[in-house]
């Protein structure tokens, strides 16, 4: 019988990783972040979560619009003002289902050096 080598292989043939403790704890921080956005007033439905690793170097998180589904890679769960933009990026994709927009600080498809993660926020606020 042949394995198909694909399994486990998501958007951008990241790679989901088993949950274990160490795993949990990262994708804890970004549920940390989503947790915010409720707590500030924001309703959103729940969205499911995911540490992926390897794919695509250039790709940080991404969501399945409309879908309620996020991915985020491993390496940046660490990045603390990153994190936060990142989320709530992948947030407006995932609950909204907008794509891109270069010209809104949130979504643009690169983020910026500096984040301001009350910028961030703004920003997030104009789609809810």
């Not at 198909?4 to 790679?15: C, G, L, M, S, V």
């Not at 540490?51 to 890679?73: C, S, T």
Request: hydrophobic share 35%; net charge positive; glycine share 4%.
């Amino acid at each position: 019988m042949r394995r198909n080598k694909n399994i486990n292989r998501t958007a951008y043939d990241a790679k989901m990783i088993a949950m274990d403790q160490d795993v949990y704890k990262l994708r804890r921080k970004v549920m940390d972040v989503i947790y915010e956005v409720k707590r500030n007033g924001y309703k959103i439905p729940r969205v499911e979560v995911r540490i992926v690793e390897d794919g695509q170097e250039d790709v940080m998180g991404y969501a399945y619009l409309n879908e309620n589904i996020v991915h985020i890679k491993r390496e940046y769960t660490n990045c603390e003002n990153r994190l936060v933009h990142l989320v709530l990026h992948e947030i407006v994709h995932a609950c909204k289902g907008f794509g891109h927009d270069e010209n809104c600080y949130l979504m643009r498809s690169v983020i910026p050096r500096n984040v301001s993660v009350e910028n961030s926020w703004k920003a997030f606020s104009k789609y809810f």
